[in-house]
């Protein structure tokens, strides 16, 4: 059985952006792309990456999020499957950002590690962490 991930906004932004911590995750799209691993990102997260693009370069937006189809990384969308209630109950006990709370309720639903960069208000979560820095 193949390790499954779910990736959080900031990674996939440092990815793009060049930022510290983008070589793990040019890493973990790599065996996606060579079907090592499973990975996924929910459609929140996926609004926040591409607003975070859009904001310096509109142009360039959609080129960069066709490259993530192009990795393999799975769109999870936000439908009445419980996902959404479950991050708002995550949001409300931990005092999340909107988009940690869905990046931790789609890694909850689909039982994988959850990619991340610095954000410390996530390691009191019992769930498998990667940090990119």
């Known amino acids: 059985m193949r390790d499954c991930l779910t990736f959080d906004t900031e990674p996939i932004v440092a990815f793009f952006f060049g930022e ?8 973990l799209l790599q065996k996606i792309q060579s ?10 997260n996926l609004t926040e990456v591409y607003y975070a693009i859009a904001r310096r370069d509109p142009k360039v937006a959609d080129d960069k999020l066709k490259l993530l189809r192009i990795y393999g ?3 999870v969308p936000v ?10 109950i995550i949001k409300n006990k931990y005092l999340l ?8 309720a ?28």
């Open 106 to 133: 789609t890694a909850q639903a689909f039982k994988t590690k959850l990619v991340v960069g610095s954000d410390k208000e996530l390691k009191n979560l019992d769930i498998p962490l990667i940090r990119i820095r």
């Open 79 to 88: 439908m009445d499957n419980g996902l959404w209630r479950e991050a708002a």
């Open 20 to 27: 510290p911590g983008a070589k793990p995750v040019i890493d």
């Open 73 to 75: 990384l799975n769109v």
């Open 35 to 44: 079907n090592d691993i499973v990975g996924y990102i929910n459609i929140l």
């Open 97 to 104: 950002s909107l988009g940690d709370s869905f990046a931790v």
